[in-house]
């Protein structure tokens, strides 16, 4: 289904509330899954960084670094984050655009949340540390951590442990897409809810 824009009449300054020009054609989750369809989904033989072989690859960055891309990961992320959340943020580099967008949309919001990094590999100079931005708020403070793409869970469970031993509490954890592969068992069984905005099946019936 190809969006379709409405003209917008520039003397009325309630049409230009974020998200307009597209929230009256489908809803933001419908309109998530057309562009992961079109953008992020490859069909094919690949292998993942678990090291499994899969016939479908999905490459979220592509989407979030698509301009309506963004913003709909953003308000839909935004969306589903506790009233307690501070800060948002994930691993390097994957989170690192999906932070950004929230971070922006928040403050647009009148709600700013402050974004962190998680590093690769532990800074060797400076400060030393493995989380960056830890400046913006309170040690103790509930975040939430957003992965683009999940599948096993063992990534962010290792990007929570950093996490907590920088001092913060994770209250929830948000990946863009679920490969359905133990991800969300293994995440909630660790004590921590988990939410996916969208789910592999949900790009791929039928391949």
């Known amino acids: 289904m190809k969006n379709k824009k409405k003209s917008l009449d520039l003397d009325d300054e309630n049409k230009w509330e974020i998200g307009y020009h597209y929230d009256f054609v489908v809803p933001d989750k419908t309109r998530l899954i057309e ?68 971070v922006l949309y928040s403050h647009i919001q009148k709600r700013p949340l402050h974004g962190f990094m998680i590093r690769k590999n532990l800074k060797t100079h400076g400060t030393k540390q493995w989380i960056e931005g830890l400046g913006n708020f309170p040690s103790g403070s509930n975040v939430c951590i957003v992965e683009d793409t999940i599948s096993t869970g063992r990534s962010l469970l290792n990007a929570i442990q950093k996490v907590e031993n920088a001092g913060l509490k994770v209250a929830q954890c948000i990946a863009v897409v679920d490969r359905e592969d133990g991800a969300a068992e293994r995440i909630k069984t660790a004590g921590y809810p988990f939410k996916a905005l969208v789910c592999s099946k949900d790009l791929t019936n039928p391949i």
């Open 35 to 102: 562009l992961l369809k079109e953008k992020s989904l490859y069909v094919g033989d690949f292998v993942l960084s678990s090291g499994k072989k899969s016939n479908f690859y999905i490459d979220v960055r592509q989407m979030i670094l698509h301009a309506e891309g963004a913003l709909l990961i953003a308000k839909l992320i935004f969306a589903e984050l506790r009233k307690d959340v501070v800060a948002i943020g994930g691993p390097a580099s994957g989170a690192d655009p999906i932070t950004g967008a929230v």
